[in-house]
């Protein structure tokens, strides 16, 4: 081992064992984002390191500690993206996606943060990225926070998240708020920590969120942003946490929730969880109508969220019973040199008739007992058995190989019926 290369830290394969749970959670993600009417897009992993500045901003987290930059061949300075709403915006732009049309979109990847590696938090994570465009009511934000719901109950996970709502305002709103925050925190700078005393120059509302229990009193008597919205921001928070009572859905409005990006305004939420940890927001996202113009588009309306799959995944491992596809369904045991050959031919027949089994036949021979382990050890609920004695009778031997049944001898085509009949009651 001491000669043979390992992953670069915070970057994580997904083993073959894994996987199924993947699989099981992008196919309930598909179908409930299908149910909804949005299509998928697809977008470069790489982009000019501008973008990031431009969008996320300078002072932020993102910009100022954790991109993965570098420069190309060429001298461009590129980065591995840290998120996506950025380079899907770019991409609507650039291809004129925006122009008095709207867009109901996600995808579905890797984003790249140097980050210090612990639970939950990665320096290679798999988010999926949901994101509207060209709407400016309420309604869609509603929309989001509904389709998130649902996918919470497919998922089985419900009961381990709760969604917690804030309205940030428009640009001016806050800007007036800003400047109360700042006077506020002027007046009791005994009590700020360091991270906080250099907020304060640079972006002071992330001061509200501090995980610092020392500063929870300076914090907790601060102004609160709420008092100085506007009758329009105020308005649209209203119309959809009315949206949310009226069909049952449960959220705590947090006034110190302010993202760290500063190109939210109006809704801003997240879904969090007590269940991993510090590592607790599995989904977050708001209303970044500003982003628009800032990459140089005309005036818009965007909303959208983003999801951490890692955290999800993590999320659900806490249930029991996941009703996962397993990757073999049936073991084909061959013996004999006829066995061998007719096997391969009796398999692609199978796999014509019978095209949702999960068939995978045994490699390099063996005698009948090995190759029963190594059908065990699959995990098959059957082995279809051949030895060159069935070959020339022309059946097939099935052995149940979970229930302690017999084995029974088929024709060929009998075999194929009795599949058929297996995935159909299962
Ligand atoms: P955090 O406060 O946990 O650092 P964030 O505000 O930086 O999160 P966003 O940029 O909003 O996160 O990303 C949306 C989601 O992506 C997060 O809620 C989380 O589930 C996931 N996420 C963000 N960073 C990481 C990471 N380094 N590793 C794993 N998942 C992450
Ligand atoms: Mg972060």
Redesign the pocket.
């Known amino acids: 081992m001491a000669n043979t290369i390992q992953a670069i830290r915070g970057m994580h394969d997904v083993l073959p064992e894994q996987t199924p749970l993947w699989q099981y959670a992008e196919k309930i993600i598909r179908d409930v984002l299908g149910a909804y009417g949005y299509s998928e897009i697809r977008l470069p992993v790489v982009e000019k390191t501008e973008l990031f500045k431009r969008s996320i901003g300078e002072v932020t987290d993102i910009v100022e500690k954790e991109m993965y930059t570098f420069e190309d061949r060429n001298g461009d300075s590129l980065t591995l993206r840290p ?1 996506g709403t950025a380079g899907c915006l770019r991409a609507c732009l650039e291809h004129g996606l925006l122009n008095n049309q709207t867009h109901r979109l996600w995808y579905y990847g890797p984003m790249y ?1 140097h ?1 210090r590696p612990q639970k ?3 320096r290679q ?1 798999i ?1 999926l990225g949901v994101e509207t465009y060209g709407m400016s009511g309420p309604d869609i934000d509603a929309e989001l926070i509904l389709l998130m719901d649902r996918l919470w109950k497919k998922l089985g996970i419900r009961d381990q998240v709760r969604l917690q709502l804030n309205s940030l305002g428009t640009i001016a709103e806050r800007g007036v708020y800003r400047e109360n925050l700042v006077q506020y925190f002027q007046a009791h700078l005994e009590q700020l920590d360091e991270d906080s005393l250099r907020r304060l120059q640079t972006n002071p509302l992330r001061i509200l969120d501090t995980k610092n229990p020392a500063m929870r009193d300076v914090v907790d008597n601060a102004p609160e942003l709420r008092d100085y919205l506007g009758a329009d921001s105020s308005g649209h928070f209203s119309a959809i946490t009315g949206v949310l009572d009226e069909l049952g859905i449960a959220y705590e409005i947090n006034t110190r929730l302010v993202r ?1 990006l500063d190109y939210y305004s109006k809704t801003v939420f997240e879904w969090v969880t007590d269940a991993l940890g510090s ?1 607790g ?4 996202g708001g209303r970044y109508d500003n982003l628009i113009e800032q990459l140089g588009g005309k005036a818009n309306h965007a909303v959208g969220f ?3 799959m ?2 999800l995944l993590a999320l659900m491992e806490t249930r029991d019973n996941l009703p996962m596809a397993k990757p073999v369904d049936v073991y084909m045991v061959r013996v004999g040199a006829k066995a061998e050959q007719q096997g391969l031919r009796f398999a692609e027949m199978l796999r014509d008739a019978v095209p949702e089994l999960n068939l995978q036949v045994n490699m390099d021979g063996g005698s009948f007992k090995s190759q029963f382990k190594k059908a065990d050890k699959s995990a098959a609920d059957y082995a279809i058995i051949l030895g060159d004695d069935e070959v020339e009778r022309g059946e097939v031997g099935i052995k149940p190989l979970r229930d302690g049944q017999d084995q029974q001898m088929l024709s060929q085509s009998q075999a194929i019926i009795f599949f058929q009949s297996y995935l159909l009651s299962r």
């Open positions: 998120e943060r980050e939950g938090r990665y994570f988010q760290g590592q927001t599995v989904c977050a983003a999801m951490g890692e955290r």
